[in-house]
């Protein structure tokens, strides 16, 4: 049984502003005091785990200790068939150092080159940890096909190239709110929503 949520605030252990815009806008209906480790000036540690729920952990709980608050991480990627799940866990670091997408983008589809199979997916994890070492970690996919080239200037990251099932339309293109509904963040979010912040 997941621990419930009781706290009236949270950081959101990311630098990144449109994750934590993100992560903001989905967490409003709950009332909390939100900010951010970049508004905190906390130093992003190191993401040394081997999976996403690793890293997820990992920044979760050096924003806690920093902090001396609860805090949520969100440790996500691109996985494309075609290139044996990569980018995967290094998918910000193929951006650089001035995480510049659209290096990463190019860089995807110079790898991709002719290989047919263009299916990948969007994986989120989402760790929410207490000052007293506890954590609760949860999942959320999104399936999809890699385009090029890159359409819309919605969205970050991979966006503009990530076309999801069912649609006709990037995630560059998608309308922000409809991105909200259906993401991989969305999916975890309902996740982390269900166990931690619903009523019982």
Known sequence: MPRRFTEPGLVVASHNEGKVREIADLLAPFGLDITSAGQLNLPEPEETGDTFIANAELKAKAAVEGANMPALADDSGLAVEGLSGDPGLYSARWAGAARDFNIAMALVQEKLGDNP????????????????????SFEGRIYGTMVWPPRGDKGFGYDPMFQPDGYDVTFGELDYDEKQRISH????????????????
């Open 117 to 136: 199979n263009r299916r990948a997916y969007f994986i989120s994890v989402l760790s929410l940890a207490w000052p007293d070492g506890h954590v609760e």
């Open 185 to 200: 963040r969305a999916v975890a979010f309902q996740k982390l929503i269900d166990g931690c912040f619903r009523e019982p």
